[in-house]
């Protein structure tokens, strides 16, 4: 069947449910998803509940209730179907929304699961938000306000990353929000983060892209690069952040850095991207603003355990639930560099095509894949890193996670098939996630094995797509 056949085929069956349990991830992806998902079905009149999952696994199947209401899976489910069968759910009351690699499984009666996967359907940059988002809009065509939040479900799962802006059917969910009105697009702008938040300074030292002599991962040097081009302080001796700057101050920003990196010889290719804007969110919420830092919330949330607090986030609580999640954000960036400057100041060992390190139990699981992304544009970015920490829900169990950059991508590097082809060949481990990042649980034991066998996987990927790689 066609995408737009499965979304229908997933919405009959909602339509003909009272009442709907959906289980979702703990990501900004997860999130969204699942207040686009609830939001949808309430205007349907159906009741619905939430249980937000870290992973789908045997030590997590249990929060999956077994009552008879229809189940919806958002943001997993496809690469662990074998295991849904195993835990009793019918196939015919179970949807399973997602955008990762699909495993159907292999045992068992009663048919397959109601999937709707845009990855089978060619639509690689969109996420289960966007899914969610589509499905939304076949229950009523009203559901385009809920475009935002399918849009910050995407770029928090990067789906704008390789190409520095929305492609597909992910685009289409951009056009429905800016003609609904809560969407601004700012295109082709200075590739930076933090342009609602991040004093300028920094968003342009630290920007992961962009290779500033003089500039790059030195925010004083990045003041006073900023100054000798009439960019300063405000009053209080406060820095603007980028949305605060006039067309012509941004003009001026952007040419001196092309200036500075072309004279350095320097690649300028990710110079530009797109940025997306909420000119309905309050400007004293600033973290609110766009959707790379409103998804950078949401994830704060999650990995802190409190999904529930981007749930009503998304629903539009300001108050409470936001006042207490900004609390979340602050620890959530702190532990993050934490995590950064250990990787920076420990050092990494490098094989011949990853790089690694083990962080054993010194920082929650949840962010450590986080931080080493970070890290890498300190280390060597022509490598992928492979972080291993304690699985804090099985203590027999290593937690592994990997990063790597959109260029080490289009050499023919995935990490998602990396880790799968990986764990194939060893008995007790899962992974999946995509291209550019993803993630594993393997045994204790086989730590150093894996990750002999992940490095040799990347160096046939290389192989393939370029055979005089070395």
């Known amino acids: 069947m066609s995408f737009e056949e499965d979304i229908r085929a997933a919405s009959d069956v909602i339509r003909d449910s009272e009442e709907v349990t959906i289980i979702s991830h703990i990501d900004a992806d997860g999130i969204s998803s699942e207040a686009i998902l609830a939001l949808a079905l ?65 045992s068992g009666d009663g048919g397959d699961f109601i999937e709707v996967n845009c990855l089978k359907h060619g639509f690689e940059k969109m996420s289960a938000a966007g899914v969610s988002y589509f499905l939304a809009l076949d229950l009523d065509s009203v559901n385009t306000d809920l475009a935002k939040l399918a849009l910050i479900g995407n770029i928090g799962d990067m789906m704008d990353r390789e190409h520095l802006r929305l492609i597909g059917p992910a685009r289409d969910i951009l056009r429905d929000g800016i003609r609904e009105g ?21 968003s342009v ?89 409103f998804a950078t919330l949401l994830n704060s949330c999650g990995r802190w355990q409190r999904p529930e607090l981007g749930g009503a986030i998304c629903r539009g609580d300001r108050v409470v639930a936001y006042r207490e999640a900004e609390q979340m954000l602050r620890n959530h960036r702190s532990k993050i560099r934490e995590v950064m400057l250990y990787i920076t100041d420990t050092g990494v060992t490098e094989l011949s095509h990853l790089l690694y390190i083990h962080v054993g139990g010194r920082f929650p699981d949840t962010i450590v894949g986080i931080g080493a992304g970070m890290a890498l544009s300190r280390l060597n970015p022509e490598k992928p890193i492979l972080i291993m920490c304690e699985d804090s829900l099985d203590p027999s169990m290593t937690k592994i996670s990997m990063r790597t950059r959109p260029e080490v991508v289009s050499r023919g590097v995935d990490l998602q098939q990396a880790l799968a082809r990986a764990c194939e060949l060893h008995e007790g481990c899962s992974g999946g996630g995509h291209r550019i990042a993803a993630g594993a649980f393997i045994p204790h034991e086989l730590e150093h094995a894996f990750i002999e066998d992940v490095n040799r996987i990347i160096a046939q990927q290389y192989a393939e797509t370029c055979p005089y790689h070395s």
């Open 205 to 293: 030292a630290y920007s992961d892209d962009l290779d500033i002599p003089g500039v790059s991962r030195d925010p004083d040097g990045a003041a006073r690069f900023l100054e000798r081009i009439g960019i300063s302080p405000l009053s209080g001796n406060r820095w603007p952040v980028w949305e605060d700057l006039s067309f012509d101050q941004k003009q001026a920003v952007s040419s001196a850095i092309i200036e500075q990196m072309v004279a350095h010889g320097k690649d300028t290719a990710r110079l530009f991207s797109d940025h997306y804007l909420f000119p309905g969110e309050d400007r004293h919420q600033a973290s609110l603003r766009n959707a790379s830092e």
């Open 42 to 106: 309430s205007r349907e009149g159906i009741r619905v509940t939430t249980r937000f999952v870290r992973q789908i696994d045997p030590l997590t199947l249990d929060q999956i209730p077994s009552d008879s209401s229809l189940k919806i899976f958002s943001d997993f489910g496809s690469g662990q179907q074998e295991m849904l069968k195993e835990k009793g759910l019918d196939p015919g009351r179970t949807i399973i929304l997602d955008h990762h690699v699909s495993q159907p499984a292999e």
């Open 182 to 202: 809560s969407v601004e697009l700012w295109e082709h702008d200075l590739n930076i983060y933090g342009i609602s938040t991040r004093p300028l300074p920094q």
